[in-house]
């Protein structure tokens, strides 16, 4: 929206994603912009064009009224002006369908030892007091297996009616070893397997093939698996993604949205999370954040948000790390469903990189099988998204929104054998 028009008199309306033109002294490249409504705010970095000094509107800002402030480095703020923003087009958002395990309340173990002491009877009568039906216990790290999960800790969880599911910290080093110790981690009985692919794992699509072809070969096409990793994936380019949620791969998305640890609201990182997570159509089961003291408050409405946005499992980090206060919380029943806007769809124009480009590219070689698929968005990827949007009656933009990604989303994907 031009500062100058009619409109920005008023008050500018602008869809998620889209741009807003600024105008004012002192400006910079890269300088902080900030949007902010009454339960969140996220914030963008402010670019120079050749119309002007734009800004994005960033995927997860709530729709309505924002303010919009610029910040320089020593932390001095423009003045506040307001928009409306407009949601990022149809909710569709796949959080439904999860296998049993993943379903309700779920809570994560790392050390059973410092876990009510390792007391099963202790640990199954708090979980049955918090509605906990899952608890995800730490099998393995990297191709070393834990001696805390055994087969008689499965029976021994499953006698006092709960689900076990293993959990398995990855780097990517050994690949085949680490699919190895997956594997017998599923034999112990377990009714379901997290893979935890983190920092060590970014830039690895290799090791990430070669781990999920060993394992599924192991353990078999339908067998329950999730994957944890990152909430926000644009911040994260080099995470394969792609690979872990591949059909065929895991079935199940558990981002880590530990809102308090990033350092945002539970309506703003969630809504972020959602933005980015829809697109690679695994369905969602949020890990939330039960380390550090988060308030009660917060607690309470991430489990509304999500059960708006229709998730029907989600779980905590961690149980040694839990106080007993946020145990009371978590015991109450389940809050109402907060209905909240579209949070949208990631923006991808020339220039961007990352494994979000990759799945884009990946659905693209289904319209044209010439399209690159290299994680970079250059000429020859904007001019096949051109044709794809001509093709389906789409604005030729030659960028994603939402209409876009639900056409591309609807194509076959192509996958790749990464090499090194």
């Not at 990152?230 to 949205?257: E, I, K, R, T, W």
């Not at 350092?263 to 990182?269: E, I, K, L």
């Not at 990189?353 to 990827?381: C, M, N, R, Y």
Request: a positive charge.
């Amino acid at each position: 929206m031009p500062v100058n028009s009619v409109a920005c008199k008023h008050i500018v309306r602008v869809k998620i994603g889209k741009q807003v033109l600024l105008k004012g002294t002192r400006l910079k490249q890269g300088m902080r912009v900030t949007f902010r409504w009454p339960k969140g705010a996220l914030a963008t970095k402010l670019r120079r064009t050749r119309i002007g000094w734009t800004v994005r509107v960033p995927e997860g800002t709530r729709s309505g009224t924002v303010s919009l402030t610029v910040r320089d480095r020593a932390g001095r703020r423009s003045n506040k002006r307001r928009i409306r923003v407009i949601g990022g087009g149809a909710k569709t958002v796949p959080l439904a369908g999860l296998p049993a395990a993943f379903r309700g309340n779920g809570m994560w173990i790392w050390y059973l030892s410092a876990s009510d002491g390792g007391d099963l009877d202790a640990i199954a009568a708090r979980a049955h007091r918090a509605q906990v039906s899952t608890v995800f216990i730490k099998s393995a790290d990297a191709d070393q297996l834990w001696d805390q999960f055994t087969p008689a800790l499965v029976l021994a969880l499953h006698a006092r009616g709960l689900h076990v599911c293993a959990w398995q910290f990855v780097y990517g080093k050994k690949p085949a070893g680490e699919a190895a110790a997956a594997a017998a981690s599923v034999a112990t009985g377990a009714d379901c397997l997290v893979i935890d692919a983190e920092s060590d794992y970014e830039g690895r699509y290799v090791s990430a093939q070669t781990y999920m072809k060993a394992l599924r070969g192991a353990i078999g096409p339908t067998y329950p698996l999730g994957l944890t990793s990152f909430p926000y994936v644009d911040y994260h380019p080099g995470m394969p993604y792609s690979v872990f949620l591949a059909p065929g791969n895991a079935q199940v998305n558990l981002p880590q949205v530990y809102w308090k640890e990033i350092g945002g609201s539970v309506d703003a990182v969630s809504a972020k999370t959602v933005a980015h997570n829809r697109i690679y159509g695994a369905p969602m089961a949020p890990l939330g954040q039960a380390y550090h003291a988060p308030a009660r408050a917060d607690l309470t409405r991430f489990r509304g948000l999500w059960s708006g946005y229709g998730a029907s499992g989600v779980s905590w980090w961690s149980w040694q790390a839990a106080s007993e206060t946020t145990w009371t919380e978590l015991s109450k029943p389940a809050p109402a469903p907060i209905a909240s806007s579209d949070p949208g769809w990631p923006v991808l124009a020339k220039g961007a990189k990352g494994d979000e480009v990759v799945w884009l590219q990946q659905h693209l070689a289904s319209f044209d099988g010439a399209v690159p698929i290299d994680g970079t968005f250059g000429f020859a990827t904007k001019a096949t998204l051109k044709s794809f949007q001509a093709a389906r009656n789409l604005p030729a933009t030659g960028e994603t929104d939402a209409a876009t990604w639900l056409a591309v989303l609807a194509l076959p994907i192509r996958t790749v054998a990464w090499s090194n």
